[in-house]
């Protein structure tokens, strides 16, 4: 595993305990006052789990499922980051996909951005041998 597929499995990784951890204590000990928010953490934390695993595993079922989960995430960061902006009332609390994750560097409206024009550029480029070698 090496170049991008290695930086964005390790953002991914971080990502996943980031969520994971915030929504876990969130949920844990203040459900009731942001349970939308909270949930969504928890979705977001579960999909970059999902996703930094992807990464790691070289077949054509993992890849396409590195190409929903990151399609997914797109469009949730940017439904839940819209969302905040337009109707900040309706979110009692911050997500992870907040103001298009702002409070996380804006990583999960940047990775899978980058994630996915890796892997169409990998699937047409022929030095991207790691991965056609994995899926073939």
């Given at each position: 595993?090496?170049g991008p597929?290695?930086?964005?499995?390790?953002?991914?990784?971080?990502?996943?305990?980031?969520?994971?951890?915030?929504?876990?204590?969130q949920?844990?000990t203040?459900?009731?006052?942001a349970?939308?928010?909270?949930?969504?953490?928890a979705?977001a934390a579960?999909?970059?789990?999902?996703?930094?695993?992807?990464?790691?595993?070289?077949?054509?079922?993992?890849r396409?499922?590195?190409?929903?989960?990151?399609?997914?995430?797109?469009?949730?960061?940017?439904?839940?980051?819209t969302?905040?902006?337009?109707?900040?009332?309706?979110?009692?609390?911050?997500?992870?996909w907040?103001?298009?994750?702002a409070?996380?560097?804006?990583?999960?409206?940047?990775?899978?951005?980058?994630?996915?024009?890796?892997?169409?550029?990998?699937r047409?480029?022929?030095?991207?041998a790691?991965?056609?070698?994995g899926?073939?």
């Amino acid at each position: 595993m090496t170049g991008p597929i290695r930086v964005f499995a390790v953002a991914y990784g971080i990502l996943a305990l980031a969520a994971g951890a915030r929504s876990i204590t969130q949920i844990a000990t203040r459900l009731h006052e942001a349970p939308l928010a909270y949930a969504l953490s928890a979705v977001a934390a579960g999909l970059y789990l999902v996703i930094a695993i992807a990464l790691r595993r070289h077949t054509r079922r993992w890849r396409q499922i590195l190409l929903v989960g990151c399609s997914l995430e797109l469009a949730w960061v940017l439904a839940v980051g819209t969302a905040t902006i337009a109707q900040p009332h309706a979110f009692a609390d911050a997500t992870v996909w907040s103001h298009y994750g702002a409070g996380y560097a804006f990583l999960p409206l940047l990775l899978p951005i980058l994630t996915l024009v890796w892997l169409v550029r990998g699937r047409y480029r022929s030095g991207a041998a790691e991965w056609q070698a994995g899926c073939a």
